[in-house]
């Protein structure tokens, strides 16, 4: 069965900061890129960072560039996202996705498998 378990979500400060995990099993984890979405309050779902496994080439919404850092961690299947300096409008359920290959994008529909999301709230 495949599974993204995205964790990590909570309340904080507007200025602080939170990692979010996400555990991965039951697929190839190897050969997948791995992608952070998030969903504002209202609001579309949209890309927020996207890491390939086979060099671990980053990629970053322009906007959040400098304050999120996305990782991952083949051995174990996890893949994270560290965010730094957050702000009131960071707040938004943030989901962890899985598109085969070496290609990622901002596009959800290039997503096989997806996680359930977990809740960011920030605090200003």
């Known amino acids: 069965e495949v599974q993204l378990q995205a964790s990590g979500g909570g309340l904080v400060q507007a200025g602080g900061s939170l990692r979010l995990s996400c555990a991965a099993s039951g697929f190839p984890f190897d050969d997948y890129v791995i992608a952070w979405f998030r969903q504002p309050p209202g609001k579309d779902r949209e890309g927020v960072a996207w890491?390939?496994?086979?060099?671990?080439?980053?990629y970053y919404r322009d906007s959040l560039k400098g304050r999120f850092t996305i990782s991952r961690d083949n051995a174990n299947n996890t893949v994270y996202l560290q965010m730094s300096s957050l702000k009131p409008e960071d707040a938004a359920v943030y989901y962890c996705?899985?598109?085969?290959?070496?290609?990622?994008?901002?596009?959800?529909?290039?997503?096989?498998?997806w996680g359930q999301g977990t809740l960011v709230t920030v605090s200003s």
């Open positions: 996705a899985a598109a085969q290959g070496s290609s990622g994008s901002y596009y959800y529909k290039d997503y096989n498998y």
């Open positions: 890491i390939r496994s086979t060099d671990g080439s980053t």
